[in-house]
């Protein structure tokens, strides 16, 4: 009997440090699928506001612990302008549970469009998709290629040949920040363009 609670008690902890969970970011989530014209709404949270080096005990000199100044809106998108790929294309930002490009993003995509154009004039181009780390892996990856086929989307309508553009969707798995803020929760949620 003493072997069977033993066995019992050991595979409960076992079970449940082996297993993480994810907190729930306290933004309101936005399912909409039309563009947003408007831009900014809501409170903006200025990103300076947010000690880096001491949350979580995070290392402020890391490079995936380190951002620039910026502001997130209500819907949680980033609102910085600092953010390139190692193409040096423009990063595209998202509210949270969006894959729709408000405006802003739209023009940030434009123009850096003579830049793509170039790039495709002898190579690919590879749309990716991320996500921050709330959700599922599953509902993550979805999200990170709906995100990168909005973008294609785009490009396909600005005259780049379909077959100059592949995507990808890394969902959570390629954070270019790791704080626990949301301001850095936010500059996870885009789509990189880089060169193949």
Same mark, same amino acid.
């Given at each position: ?13 076992? *079970? *449940? ?7 729930? /970011?306290?933004?309101? %989530? ?6 947003? %014209?408007?831009?900014?709404? &809501? ?11 001491? /949350?979580? &005990? ?8 380190? *951002? ?13 302008? $600092? &953010? ?12 949270? $549970? ?45 999200? &990170? ?7 294609? %989307? ?11 553009? $592949? ?9 270019? =920040? ?5 301001? =850095? ?12």
């Amino acid at each position: 009997m003493n072997k069977f609670i033993f066995f019992t008690l050991s595979s409960a902890v076992i *079970f *449940f440090t082996g297993c993480s969970k994810k907190m729930p /970011i306290a933004l309101p %989530s936005s399912h909409s699928s039309t563009m947003n %014209s408007g831009g900014v709404s &809501g409170n903006v949270i200025p990103e300076n506001a947010i000690n880096a080096g001491s /949350i979580n &005990g995070a290392n402020s000199n890391s490079s995936k612990n380190s *951002f620039q100044k910026g502001a997130v809106n209500s819907n949680g998108k980033y609102l910085g302008s $600092d &953010g390139v790929s190692k193409s040096g294309i423009k990063m595209l930002y998202f509210a949270s $549970d969006s894959y729709t490009l408000d405006s802003d993003q739209i023009k940030r995509l434009m123009s850096d469009l003579p830049k793509i154009k170039s790039i495709t004039a002898n190579s690919k181009i590879l749309v990716e998709g991320n996500c921050d780390e709330f959700g599922t892996d599953e509902y993550n990856h979805a999200l &990170g290629l709906k995100r990168a086929n909005a973008v294609k %989307s785009l490009l396909l309508n600005a005259g780049i040949s379909g077959d100059k553009i $592949d995507t990808v969707s890394y969902g959570e798995s390629n954070p270019v =920040c790791t704080i626990n803020a949301p301001a =850095c929760h936010a500059k996870n949620r885009r789509v990189e363009i880089n060169r193949i």
